[in-house]
């Protein structure tokens, strides 16, 4: 599964683009009409495909985004704010019939509670996605994200992504958590899907676990998942990353320290520099190692998109590290 080397390859993001209320301070909630005393709340972009594009667009890649928003305030206030970055809008989806899907994040700085309401999220259609993938000229690339938060998709996508990869373009895939706990549906997409990007515990339970986050159960849930088509990209958070392809071979790379404020968007960041630096060509562990660092760079903001790296700066921080 060689990936050519194509610095103007463009991404269509699939999925979520949904505003984040990040709160961060005595976020345990007490009932009982307890006021609570909150030391940050920010609104930002959220989505996990809002998020992995706009850090696509943060490194410079041409990327444009496919999602249902309503027809809103929050819907808009999102369109301009990834228009803003350099994400091409004009696949995005306005419902005048449903409100645009908004999730407040309880930040404990490693740790996070999420309260999703989907609004018009789920509402996002096969057919649009086939028209979006038509309508960009210059695509090289597909990444869907949040599946779990379409069920109508989960049945749906396997055609659209077969299609894709028969015109000689990518797949990737993050499902995100499935808040059914079924974790059903991605083996029918995996022989269409090029890269696999969970974390520890969404690759554990698409393997078919139900219980665990360990490194060394990843890596088999990895390895069982790979056996089915795709290069599988697991995230270990603070102890960094691995890569299990498809032939078995394993790749790692190690964490690196950072100082968390906030967790928010890290993975979907990590995505975007994974997919960034392969689309390049890069081999895996380059492609692993600048993830990796995207990710740390990531949680020392609040929010998803605010400690973003852009190509520049994600160099500098390389050969900062590499000179430790």
Same mark, same amino acid.
């Given at each position: 599964?060689?990936?050519?080397?194509?610095?103007?390859?463009?991404?269509?993001?699939?999925?979520?683009?949904?505003?984040?209320?990040?709160?961060?301070?005595?976020?345990?909630?007490?009932?009982?009409?307890?006021?609570? &005393?909150?030391?940050?709340?920010?609104?930002?972009?959220?989505?996990?495909?809002?998020?992995?594009?706009?850090?696509?667009?943060?490194?410079?890649?041409?990327?444009?985004?496919?999602?249902?928003?309503?027809?809103?305030?929050?819907?808009?206030?999102?369109?301009?704010?990834?228009?803003?970055?350099?994400?091409?809008?004009?696949?995005?989806?306005?419902?005048?019939?449903?409100?645009?899907?908004?999730?407040?994040?309880?930040?404990?700085?490693?740790?996070?509670?999420?309260?999703?309401?989907?609004?018009?999220?789920?509402?996002?259609?096969?057919?649009?996605?086939?028209?979006?993938?038509?309508? &960009?000229?210059?695509?090289?690339?597909?990444?869907?994200?949040?599946?779990?938060?379409?069920?109508?998709?989960?049945?749906?996508?396997?055609?659209?992504?077969?299609?894709?990869?028969?015109?000689?373009?990518?797949?990737?895939?993050?499902?995100?958590?499935?808040?059914?706990?079924?974790?059903?549906?991605?083996?029918?997409?995996?022989?269409?899907?090029?890269?696999?990007?969970?974390?520890?515990?969404?690759?554990?339970?698409?393997?078919?676990?139900?219980?665990?986050?360990?490194?060394?159960?990843?890596?088999?849930?990895?390895?069982?998942?790979?056996?089915?088509?795709?290069?599988?990209?697991?995230?270990?958070?603070?102890?960094?990353?691995?890569?299990?392809?498809?032939?078995?071979?394993?790749?790692?790379?190690?964490?690196?320290?950072?100082?968390?404020?906030?967790?928010?968007?890290?993975?979907?960041?990590?995505?975007?520099?994974?997919?960034?630096?392969?689309?390049?060509?890069?081999?895996?562990?380059?492609?692993?190692?600048?993830?990796?660092?995207?990710?740390?760079?990531?949680?020392?903001?609040?929010?998803?998109?605010?400690?973003?790296?852009?190509?520049?700066?994600?160099?500098?921080?390389?050969?900062?590290?590499?000179?430790?």
């Amino acid at each position: 599964m060689g990936n050519p080397p194509s610095a103007e390859a463009r991404v269509l993001v699939v999925g979520d683009a949904n505003p984040d209320l990040v709160l961060r301070g005595d976020v345990v909630p007490r009932f009982g009409q307890v006021e609570q &005393v909150l030391e940050t709340a920010d609104l930002v972009i959220g989505g996990s495909a809002a998020i992995t594009a706009h850090g696509l667009a943060r490194l410079g890649r041409p990327v444009s985004l496919v999602a249902a928003v309503g027809a809103d305030v929050l819907g808009a206030t999102q369109r301009d704010l990834l228009s803003t970055a350099g994400v091409d809008t004009g696949r995005l989806i306005e419902r005048a019939e449903a409100p645009t899907g908004v999730t407040v994040v309880l930040s404990r700085g490693g740790d996070r509670a999420i309260l999703t309401f989907p609004g018009a999220i789920p509402t996002l259609t096969a057919d649009e996605i086939s028209a979006a993938i038509a309508a &960009v000229a210059d695509l090289r690339h597909v990444h869907v994200a949040s599946l779990y938060l379409h069920p109508a998709l989960i049945d749906a996508l396997a055609p659209v992504l077969a299609e894709v990869r028969a015109t000689g373009r990518t797949v990737s895939l993050d499902t995100n958590d499935d808040p059914s706990g079924k974790w059903g549906g991605v083996a029918e997409l995996l022989p269409s899907v090029d890269v696999l990007l969970p974390n520890a515990r969404e690759a554990i339970a698409l393997a078919g676990a139900r219980d665990g986050a360990d490194a060394g159960a990843a890596v088999d849930a990895a390895r069982k998942l790979a056996g089915r088509g795709p290069i599988v990209v697991v995230k270990l958070g603070a102890e960094g990353a691995v890569a299990v392809e498809p032939d078995g071979t394993i790749i790692t790379a190690p964490g690196i320290a950072a100082q968390v404020v906030d967790t928010t968007g890290a993975g979907d960041t990590f995505d975007a520099a994974f997919l960034d630096s392969w689309l390049d060509g890069a081999d895996l562990a380059s492609c692993l190692s600048r993830a990796v660092l995207a990710g740390a760079r990531a949680v020392g903001a609040a929010g998803g998109t605010a400690g973003q790296p852009t190509a520049s700066e994600l160099d500098a921080s390389i050969t900062t590290e590499r000179s430790k």
